[in-house]
């Protein structure tokens, strides 16, 4: 029996989906529902082809634009009349078609300067009543009992709302979603079990964007909401949020450094020579970090406007979504707002409700405090701070921890010896030592990790392209620590005090090192003051929080050990306060901070010289130079300094806002380019979700 092949010649037209010729009338501007009722009905049952919108609109010239307008007009007000539809299909179809519309819109405003997105889709006249039945409908639909993917459908269209342009104070949909807040359907997403992993991130995101809307001036409801909102079940689950995002980054660098061959002399020769262009590895890490940027501003604003939340960020994190669950409601919130888990003692207790506390604890494993992996997560971004996304970052995370230092209930809970983590800090590879990461890192309470983490920022950025402010930022860290412990009287032996002073001492040896051109761009006179004044601190009030008398002279060995440091420091702030350089009076100030530090080595070296020669010893032993020191306290005349536990209380002055706004054009941007509606199949997951999709029709070609 033979056969007739079919040409393939390609002289017969390409058969197209139904829904792709509506789009193509459509955008000639014809009328596909005049003479049928049934139109819309049908049509939302029509699978969306969300790149032929895109492509469509962007043909367009303004003559064409101007002629469909009206049928752009239509299609928007008939997709929000179709969010109110009992049937689910319809309604994903219709919220997949506003998410095609808004990001197609947003492209051709960004093209057409002339062109305003509502004019464009909804129309001036009826823009107010449908933008307030648009949110209405999504409130309705985020706090009703829809399936998870028609409220991921929602989120994501006011997602793509809120990132269309990279300055938000330009964007329409801001002023609208103000004026009818969403705050607390998201809130309420935050608060409920089911969907919370996959929706907990758009929600978080919505309501940082919108805090950030107009903070000063009129009152933003979503800033006045957002700090005054103490649902501890709500705060609990945005930390989980955060932490999420953060812990995969951790994770994957932990991955990436495990895979990584052993280091010898070649490998590092390599390193360093790679270093020196621009890899496709360097440009992904760089994406990465760009990435987390959305999860660091969604922290700094809880931390900056939340006082409950900062007390949140410093417990550990119970599990508030376990994946199967026999308790009953009740009991399952009692256990999520439990602070209990953390420590050491309490692992088995806890271990039913985390989904982060395993038996045996390793850095390949995220922890179950927001805190801990916040601290892990700095350690990595901060190596490498000659990139502008990394440097915007780490000043980003220094912020935050500027925040969590100054107020009382976290510093309390950072401080507390029955609440201890494991803290672990990935270092940066140095020719001097060895890559040190923690194995396994010791219970501690979490001011030892934060310190620990500023003595490594300060120990490994002694380079040619300085990071000024953000040692800045480590060392008002480091003494809003102190003046709580000094308040406090809190003795904690596990601090290391003794590498805190080797890394102040180490910054105030490099400063003087630091080229001409460096000093006259910084006030490097004024970060020595911050540095020298630390000491000042602990040799003044150490007798308050220091754990031992041992302590104490441990702080006078460094001092005299390191003499000369101060001398030289000294020596170059009397050349430039003698001149008429523009930081003149800072130097001078400089000149008295030093005093109490260079009467220690003034008073103390020749006692011990003179005690070495009478033993006649070339080299004594540190023991031997404490005794020494010992016996001479009582003859040592210090200067008392004033408000050396005072400090300038953090507030978003205006350098600070604009450093925020640049981050959050940069999330606007990454938020937009990495937002896909037509990636998500509304009915794949409807089906995985068991909801009746009938009666679908088939987007079959005609």
Known sequence: MSTRKRSTSGSKKQLKEKIVQIYEAFFRGEDQSSGNPNFWDEFFLLKPKVGVIETELAKLNSEQLATIKENLNTLFSKCVYMLGHEHQIRVAHSLQTLCALIKAGFSRVTVDVNCDIIELLIGG??????????????????????????????LKMLVLACTGKDNIAQNPFYEYLTQHSVFESLVHILCQTPGRVELGQDAVLIVTLMACYRKTGSANPYVVKLSMLDDELALTAYAQVVMTSLGEFNERYVQSRQAEPQSSWLSSLTSMVGSMF????????????????????ALYQAVHLNRHFVGIIAQSLADVNPPTSTLDENDSVTQTISTDGSNA??????????????LTVDVTTPTTNLMATFLEYCS???QDTRSEAAYHSTKLCFLILTCVSEDEYANSLMHDPGLTFRVPLHRLPMRHRKSLNDKAPPFRPLVCGLLDLIIEFIMSHHMKKFPYELYELALGVILRV???????????????????WVALIALLKYLPTIDSSLIRKFDLFALATQAVNILNLFVTFGDTFLPSPQSYDDLYYEIIRMYHVFDNLHAMALRYS???????????????????????GQHFKPKVEMWTESQKLSTPTQDQILEVVRSHYDSLTLKLHESLDAYERYAERPPVVAFLSSILRSVVSVIRSTTDPSSIDAHRLLLECNVPTTPTSPSAPI
């Open 125 to 154: 006249g009826a823009a107010e009543m449908q933008m307030q039945l648009l949110i209405e409908h999504c409130s309705d639909i985020l706090t009703s009992e829809c399936p998870v993917p028609i409220k991921a459908l929602c």
């Open 278 to 297: 621009v890899s496709d590895e360097a440009e992904m890490r760089i994406g990465q970090v760009k990435a987390n940027d959305a999860g660091l501003l």
């Open 345 to 358: 003692n309490s692992t088995v207790s806890s271990e039913k409700n985390s989904i982060t506390s395993p």
């Open 380 to 382: 990595i971004v901060m």
């Open 482 to 500: 102190l003046c709580h412990q000094k308040r406090c009287r809190l003795r904690l032996s596990l601090c290391p005090w003794k590498e805190l």
């Open 578 to 600: 003698t001149g008429e350089s523009e930081y003149r009076e800072s130097a001078v100030r400089l000149s008295a901070a030093l005093i109490n530090v260079r009467a220690i």
